[in-house]
């Protein structure tokens, strides 16, 4: 799939546990919303405090300094990839990131765009959530300091071919982004 920065995380080369990790049932994918609940699912984000230790969910990861929540997936094209049947899915997931991203710049301005493929391919690693936002993305809409020390992302990914499609949100340290 082409991500929103117009290269493709379907190709890129990850971690074999990777794949075993992120698969998520049907049963716990989540399902589109309103706006208004995207909006609100941020908030919540916003407001969680930082684990002291790495935690994985079916759609939360979180861990010291950041948070990265799934807020909607389309389904899986496991048993079926049909070109009309992916466009479908990714217009789903791009219309809840377009108009998530509209409610969120209203209030709290412009965005930065954030290039992750520097972090994907960096031999240090990357500090989370950027890591593990680097396997799905290319790039991430930032608005920094809703929160006082904290920043919120949202991003469009997907972990590989077969995977959903997946609108994010993230939390994160300020320290964590680039001046």
Do not use: C, N
């Not at 993305?137 to 990914?157: E, F, H, I, N």
Request: proline residues 8%.
């Amino acid at each position: 799939m082409a991500d929103r920065s117009g290269s493709s995380r379907s190709t890129t080369t990850r971690p074999s546990s990777w794949k075993a990790t992120r698969g998520r049932s049907d049963l716990h994918r989540p399902r589109a919303m309103t706006s208004e609940d995207l909006h609100a699912a941020v908030e919540e984000l916003l407001a969680l405090p930082f684990p002291r230790e790495d935690t994985r969910g079916e759609v939360r990861d979180s861990g010291p300094g950041y948070h990265v929540q799934v807020l909607q997936a389309s389904r899986d094209f496991w048993d079926d990839r049909d070109e009309e049947i992916v466009e479908a899915a990714e217009e789903e997931i791009d219309a809840a990131f377009r108009a998530l991203a509209t409610a969120l710049t209203a209030r709290w301005g412009e965005p930065e765009t954030v290039d992750l493929d520097p972090y994907l391919w960096s031999e240090e690693p990357a500090p989370e959530p950027l890591g593990r936002l680097s396997m799905l993305s290319g790039r991430m809409l930032v608005w920094r300091r809703p929160v006082p020390g904290r920043w919120v992302a949202l991003a469009v990914g997907q972990a590989d071919r077969e995977f959903p499609i997946e609108l994010l949100a993230a939390i994160g340290e300020e320290h964590h982004l680039p001046a």
